[in-house]
């Protein structure tokens, strides 16, 4: 009914009017403005609905974002650490606007109580904790720690789906859950961008498959725990048991690890990754490292071999494998923007946290080869550590913490030849590290990403001295692939 001129607009015809109204103006639009979305959620919260009608302009709301949210998400992967402002003021928008969503589809939730029809339990529940899920991808994708109470909520979405079960100890399946349990036990600091995508990617094909349980399951390993009253991504059971008393639940990675070794294996024996159905990356060096991570982390998440013992001193910094083997071949070509100055906060024989104080950390990057060296170390002219970065977080853009893997004690600079290459003209910057007993027997060499193939393991490497030295030798095996770096085991080549 129309308002008279003496009659006060209905508030909530007024507002359901300016939701659809938008909704309309904004459907087939190519341009998303998360600002502008936000605004609607914020009047469909204010606004008294029964609770279908709110699930159903919600539904219409989520399907403007959800055509574009991928593309969204694209825009913010590679943006390196730490973010620019533009950017992450970009990536705080979409994260509250996916807190939003899943207010609005909690809030469906309990005013639906138990009038609910099971699909449309399902669906509240799955769309909560997709948003849920996102709005911690994209933190992983960007470095930075995940928001207060996301995983606490997303726990939630477990409870209510056991206390909603029409049998007790099923629960409704909620499929964006599992890959959120799945991508965190991943480690998801530990890889780039472009590898996170993947192991997303990974990750949702096969999460459906995830079995948690108020019993501990039979396996041996791959077992974690969660305790949903605690703001916490799953445990480990092999590095931290839970306490008594609580009610936590349990489930297995098993699987997933010995499918990714699975795959890991089919891919180097010649096999491509569309005819297994995974993403392009899984035949780069880049995605074999990924595969070989996801193998360990979800079937091994073994303890600390070392303590980390607290620190507060300095330390200088030079990334990437180019830097590296000038610094380490002509150190006086070396520029004063080539090194960056961190607080190394905690260590432990095979690594560090640092957190940057000043100099150009731009070039820092996840999977990189570094080399460090203390200001205690730098004052006596000691040789530089060579290192992983094996994670990054970065809360702002002054703010920047990476985790180190110390590979050797020291690096020598050699250019590397394949004979078997004729347009190889010995330009390939590599170095050689030497071995470690009794963690490794033989020496290692460090070399670009994909320098290497399976036809090209017999390798020259001339190294520069006093004079010139040419070591013929042959690349066993692979022990570290990143998108950046990969390492081989080598031995002499007398043939």
Same mark, same amino acid.
């Given at each position: $009914?129309?308002?008279t001129p &003496?009659?006060? =607009?209905?508030? #909530? /015809?007024?507002n359901?009017?300016?939701?659809?109204?938008?909704?309309?103006t904004?459907?087939?639009?190519t341009?998303?403005?998360?600002?502008e979305?936000?605004?609607?959620?914020?009047?469909?919260?204010?606004?008294?609905?029964?609770?279908?009608?709110?699930?159903?302009?919600?539904?219409?709301?989520?399907?403007?974002l959800?055509t !574009?949210?991928?593309?969204?998400i694209?825009?913010?992967?590679?943006?390196?650490i730490?973010?620019?402002?533009?950017?992450?003021?970009?990536?705080? #928008?979409?994260?509250?606007?996916?807190? /939003?969503? @899943?207010l609005?589809?909690?809030?469906?939730?309990?005013?639906?109580?138990?009038?609910?029809?099971a699909?449309?339990?399902?669906?509240?529940?799955?769309?909560?904790?997709?948003?849920l899920?996102?709005?911690?991808y994209?933190?992983?994708?960007?470095?930075?720690?995940?928001?207060l109470?996301?995983?606490?909520? *997303?726990?939630?979405?477990?409870?209510?789906?056991?206390?909603?079960?029409?049998?007790?100890?099923?629960?409704?399946p909620?499929?964006?859950?599992?890959?959120?349990l799945?991508?965190a036990?991943?480690?998801?600091?530990s890889?780039?961008?472009?590898?996170?995508?993947?192991?997303?990617?990974y990750?949702r094909?096969?999460?459906g498959?995830?079995?948690?349980?108020a019993?501990?399951p039979?396996?041996?390993?791959?077992?974690?725990w969660?305790?949903?009253?605690?703001?916490?991504?799953?445990?480990?059971l092999?590095? !931290?048991a839970?306490?008594?008393?609580?009610?936590?639940?349990?489930?297995?990675?098993l699987?997933? @690890?010995?499918?990714?070794?699975?795959?890991?294996?089919?891919?180097?024996?010649g096999?491509?990754?569309?005819?297994l159905?995974?993403?392009?990356l @899984?035949?780069t060096? @880049?995605?074999?490292?990924?595969?070989?991570r996801?193998?360990?982390?979800?079937?091994?998440?073994?303890?600390?071999?070392?303590?980390?013992?607290?620190?507060?001193?300095? +330390?200088?910094?030079?990334a990437?494998?180019e830097?590296?083997?000038? $610094?380490?071949? #002509?150190?006086?070509?070396?520029?004063?923007?080539?090194?960056?100055?961190? $607080?190394?906060?905690?260590?432990s024989? /095979?690594?560090?946290a640092? $957190?940057?104080?000043?100099?150009k950390?731009?070039?820092?990057?996840?999977?990189?080869?570094?080399?460090?060296?203390t200001?205690?170390?730098?004052?006596?002219?000691?040789?530089?550590?060579?290192?992983?970065?094996?994670?990054a977080?970065?809360?702002?853009p002054?703010?920047?913490?990476?985790?180190?893997?110390?590979?050797?004690?020291?690096?020598? =600079?050699?250019?590397?030849a394949?004979?078997? /290459?004729? +347009? &190889?003209?010995?330009?390939?910057?590599?170095l050689?590290?030497?071995?470690?007993?009794?963690?490794?027997?033989?020496?290692?060499l460090?070399?670009?990403?994909g320098?290497?193939?399976?036809?090209?393991?017999? *390798?020259? *490497?001339?190294?520069q001295?006093? &004079?010139l030295?040419?070591?013929?030798?042959?690349?066993?095996?692979v022990?570290?692939q990143?998108g950046?770096?990969?390492?081989? #085991?080598?031995?002499?080549?007398?043939?």
């Amino acid at each position: $009914m129309a308002d008279t001129p &003496n009659s006060k =607009p209905d508030p #909530t /015809d007024r507002n359901v009017r300016l939701i659809l109204t938008w909704l309309a103006t904004h459907r087939d639009s190519t341009e998303l403005e998360l600002e502008e979305l936000g605004t609607q959620l914020d009047t469909l919260r204010e606004t008294p609905l029964p609770p279908r009608q709110s699930l159903k302009l919600l539904e219409m709301l989520f399907a403007c974002l959800s055509t !574009r949210l991928e593309e969204q998400i694209t825009q913010f992967a590679g943006a390196g650490i730490p973010l620019a402002r533009r950017i992450r003021q970009q990536v705080n #928008t979409l994260q509250d606007v996916l807190e /939003d969503f @899943a207010l609005g589809y909690e809030g469906v939730l309990s005013a639906l109580s138990g009038e609910a029809q099971a699909s449309e339990l399902e669906l509240s529940l799955e769309r909560t904790a997709f948003c849920l899920h996102k709005h911690l991808y994209i933190s992983y994708l960007v470095a930075a720690p995940a928001g207060l109470g996301i995983w606490q909520r *997303l726990h939630g979405t477990y409870l209510r789906s056991l206390e909603m079960s029409p049998e007790p100890g099923h629960p409704r399946p909620i499929t964006a859950y599992g890959e959120a349990l799945l991508l965190a036990c991943a480690q998801p600091a530990s890889f780039s961008s472009q590898e996170l995508a993947f192991v997303a990617e990974y990750v949702r094909q096969r999460a459906g498959t995830l079995n948690i349980s108020a019993r501990l399951p039979a396996e041996t390993g791959g077992l974690f725990w969660i305790d949903p009253s605690r703001d916490f991504p799953a445990f480990a059971l092999a590095r !931290r048991a839970p306490p008594p008393d609580y009610k936590v639940y349990y489930f297995s990675c098993l699987a997933m @690890a010995e499918q990714a070794g699975i795959h890991l294996a089919a891919l180097s024996a010649g096999q491509k990754a569309r005819e297994l159905q995974l993403p392009a990356l @899984a035949d780069t060096p @880049a995605g074999k490292g990924t595969l070989r991570r996801l193998a360990s982390f979800w079937g091994n998440p073994g303890k600390r071999r070392f303590p980390r013992r607290r620190q507060s001193h300095r +330390g200088t910094l030079v990334a990437g494998l180019e830097r590296l083997w000038r $610094m380490l071949q #002509t150190p006086e070509a070396m520029a004063e923007e080539d090194f960056s100055q961190w $607080m190394i906060t905690n260590e432990s024989p /095979d690594g560090y946290a640092l $957190m940057h104080l000043h100099g150009k950390a731009g070039r820092i990057r996840v999977g990189d080869i570094v080399a460090l060296r203390t200001d205690a170390e730098l004052a006596s002219n000691e040789r530089w550590q060579i290192c992983l970065v094996r994670w990054a977080l970065s809360e702002n853009p002054e703010h920047i913490e990476i985790g180190l893997q110390v590979l050797a004690p020291e690096a020598t =600079p050699a250019l590397l030849a394949i004979p078997s /290459d004729p +347009g &190889n003209q010995g330009r390939t910057s590599a170095l050689i590290l030497p071995e470690l007993p009794p963690l490794r027997n033989e020496p290692v060499l460090v070399v670009p990403a994909g320098a290497i193939t399976d036809q090209s393991r017999k *390798l020259l *490497l001339l190294i520069q001295k006093a &004079n010139l030295e040419i070591r013929q030798v042959r690349a066993l095996e692979v022990s570290e692939q990143t998108g950046r770096v990969e390492v081989f #085991t080598i031995e002499a080549d007398a043939s």
